[in-house]
């Protein structure tokens, strides 16, 4: 080929390649286009932003991977952190999981939040049995955790939901769980204090759900709540933050007023206050209009969120990003079903941004 027309046909390869690399970004999700995520409006106000992640789908799915790059700034492990994860054979710790997410936040500087340390769920079928085998062998369960677990994230992990739901739905004020039944009330006192000892600088996170809105059960849940926090504080026991987990329902009514009472109650106790779990579930009863669904959810995103952060949160995180992934999806227990599903995440199922991430932004924006 002579010269010119070599060059001829390179540049009209080269003007090929680059028609079809714009025509694929135009047709890439706008979260994967976008140049500033919900991380980065959120820390401007001095607010960290992030959600739950799974690490086989960050590693399998680029769009989920991207997605969590351009929105946000912490990372929560979904299920990497839990006793079953960390520990499924007695004695045998495999950190795989969590591993890689430390180092993808780590070369992405974003930080990393665990969950969960001590937790009725998520334990494996030996430690179930082992906690049926008197108290002594209970305290050895949870110390040879909290050894391993925590001397392998101190340098990098710095937030933990250390207990996780220790609160009845209804009736005693405790839920019963392996660990209360093993140990006894004290268990919650047991477990923080561990921590701490093991790292005297971690944020030492109690994390419930249950009590955001304005019903019956929930305003109980608070007074609960409020009781087992002053319990702890009193009895000198280390506690540094109640973690709200924000699943919310559409079905029960949201009071901004009496929330903002309720964490000016847990803010006058010297703790402060994380949204650790946020997402929404719907009713069947919702418009059938996607539009007119999402409004809604928006709508109580914004009262919600805003009523946090002028309460004192500085964190708020998102189970999850997108409703392709959502456990308010994927659970039979709380699906939709029928061809219907949850829209309670601030991304749809093809990665665009909903009201809801809107309603996040303006609320991260002090109302703008």
């Given at each position: 080929m002579a010269r010119r027309g070599f060059l001829l046909a390179g540049s009209g390869l080269a003007l090929s390649s680059c028609v079809r690399a714009r025509a694929q970004d135009q047709q890439m999700p706008e979260v994967l286009r976008a140049m500033t995520g919900l991380g980065e409006i959120a820390r401007a106000r001095g607010i960290s932003f992030g959600a739950a992640m799974l690490t086989?789908?960050?590693?399998?799915?680029?769009?989920?991977?991207?997605?969590?790059?351009?929105?946000?700034?912490?990372?929560?492990?979904?299920w990497e952190g839990k006793f079953a994860a960390l520990q499924p054979e007695e004695g045998k710790f495999d950190t795989s999981l969590l591993d890689a997410q430390l180092r993808w936040a780590q070369q992405r500087g974003r930080t990393l939040r665990g969950h969960a340390l001590v937790?009725?769920?998520?334990?494996?079928?030996?430690?179930?049995?082992?906690?049926?085998?008197?108290?002594?062998?209970?305290?050895?369960?949870?110390?040879?955790?909290?050894?391993?677990?925590?001397?392998?994230?101190?340098?990098?992990?710095?937030?933990?939901?250390?207990?996780?739901e220790p609160i009845a739905t209804a009736g005693d004020q405790l839920r019963d769980t392996p660990w209360l039944r093993a140990l006894g009330p004290e268990y919650i006192d047991i477990a923080l204090k561990m921590a701490r000892e093991r790292d005297p600088t971690l944020r030492i996170v109690l994390n419930e759900y249950g009590f955001e809105e304005d019903v019956p059960e929930a305003l109980l849940k608070r007074q609960q709540l409020l009781a087992l926090l002053r319990g702890l504080l009193e009895r000198k026991v280390p506690l540094d933050a109640l973690g709200i987990q924000g699943h919310l329902h559409m079905s029960r009514p949201f009071n901004a007023a009496s929330f903002a009472g309720f964490l000016a109650e847990v803010r006058s106790l010297g703790l402060q206050v994380l949204i650790t779990e946020l997402d929404i579930r719907e009713t069947w009863d919702a418009p059938q209009e996607i539009a007119a669904r999402d409004a809604l959810v928006a709508e109580r995103t914004y009262a919600f969120v805003s009523t946090a952060l002028e309460g004192g949160a500085r964190t708020v995180l998102s189970w999850g990003l997108s409703d392709k992934y959502s456990w308010l999806a994927n659970t039979p227990a709380v699906a939709m079903?029928?061809?219907?599903?949850?829209?309670?995440?601030p991304l749809d199922d093809n990665w665009q941004r909903k009201p809801m991430w809107h309603a996040l932004a303006r609320a991260f924006r002090g109302g703008d």
């Amino acid at each position: 080929m002579a010269r010119r027309g070599f060059l001829l046909a390179g540049s009209g390869l080269a003007l090929s390649s680059c028609v079809r690399a714009r025509a694929q970004d135009q047709q890439m999700p706008e979260v994967l286009r976008a140049m500033t995520g919900l991380g980065e409006i959120a820390r401007a106000r001095g607010i960290s932003f992030g959600a739950a992640m799974l690490t086989h789908l960050m590693q399998r799915d680029p769009a989920y991977e991207a997605a969590f790059a351009a929105e946000a700034a912490v990372i929560v492990s979904e299920w990497e952190g839990k006793f079953a994860a960390l520990q499924p054979e007695e004695g045998k710790f495999d950190t795989s999981l969590l591993d890689a997410q430390l180092r993808w936040a780590q070369q992405r500087g974003r930080t990393l939040r665990g969950h969960a340390l001590v937790w009725h769920e998520s334990l494996p079928a030996w430690a179930e049995r082992a906690l049926t085998e008197g108290r002594d062998r209970a305290l050895g369960i949870m110390t040879a955790h909290f050894d391993r677990v925590l001397s392998h994230t101190r340098s990098q992990i710095r937030d933990w939901d250390v207990v996780n739901e220790p609160i009845a739905t209804a009736g005693d004020q405790l839920r019963d769980t392996p660990w209360l039944r093993a140990l006894g009330p004290e268990y919650i006192d047991i477990a923080l204090k561990m921590a701490r000892e093991r790292d005297p600088t971690l944020r030492i996170v109690l994390n419930e759900y249950g009590f955001e809105e304005d019903v019956p059960e929930a305003l109980l849940k608070r007074q609960q709540l409020l009781a087992l926090l002053r319990g702890l504080l009193e009895r000198k026991v280390p506690l540094d933050a109640l973690g709200i987990q924000g699943h919310l329902h559409m079905s029960r009514p949201f009071n901004a007023a009496s929330f903002a009472g309720f964490l000016a109650e847990v803010r006058s106790l010297g703790l402060q206050v994380l949204i650790t779990e946020l997402d929404i579930r719907e009713t069947w009863d919702a418009p059938q209009e996607i539009a007119a669904r999402d409004a809604l959810v928006a709508e109580r995103t914004y009262a919600f969120v805003s009523t946090a952060l002028e309460g004192g949160a500085r964190t708020v995180l998102s189970w999850g990003l997108s409703d392709k992934y959502s456990w308010l999806a994927n659970t039979p227990a709380v699906a939709m079903g029928q061809g219907r599903v949850h829209r309670g995440l601030p991304l749809d199922d093809n990665w665009q941004r909903k009201p809801m991430w809107h309603a996040l932004a303006r609320a991260f924006r002090g109302g703008d």
